[in-house]
């Protein structure tokens, strides 16, 4: 059981890190939907999604993980970030 608790330990240690990189990644789309509102442009960038999207996939799949796990958990961050630009674009927030 102890071994048990040293790999929940490093999974909870890891969990931290990927959300400190979430939170950090957020401050960036933040920033994008303050450009956005400033310069006119529209927050759904199907284009780019999509390219973000298939290069996870690719560095899961070239790291030994499932690509479309990694595609799923981008789709989820990317539909966030529209929402949070989509709020800073029309002034609900900054």
């Known amino acids: 059981m102890e071994k048990l608790k040293e790999y929940r330990a490093k999974i ?3 969990d931290e890190k990927i959300i400190s ?3 950090e990644r957020f401050g960036v789309v933040r920033a994008v939907g303050k450009w956005k ?3 006119n442009v529209p ?3 199907s284009a780019r999604a999509e390219e973000v999207k298939a290069r996870a996939a690719a560095l899961a799949s070239a790291k030994g993980l499932d690509g ?3 595609r799923d958990i981008y789709t989820l961050i990317i539909d966030h970030a529209h929402v949070v630009e989509d709020d800073i674009v029309d002034g609900k927030t900054e």
């Open 12 to 14: 909870d240690e890891l």
């Open 21 to 23: 990189l979430i939170v």
């Open 37 to 39: 509102a400033e310069n």
């Open 43 to 45: 927050v759904v960038q």
């Open 68 to 70: 479309q796990l990694l």
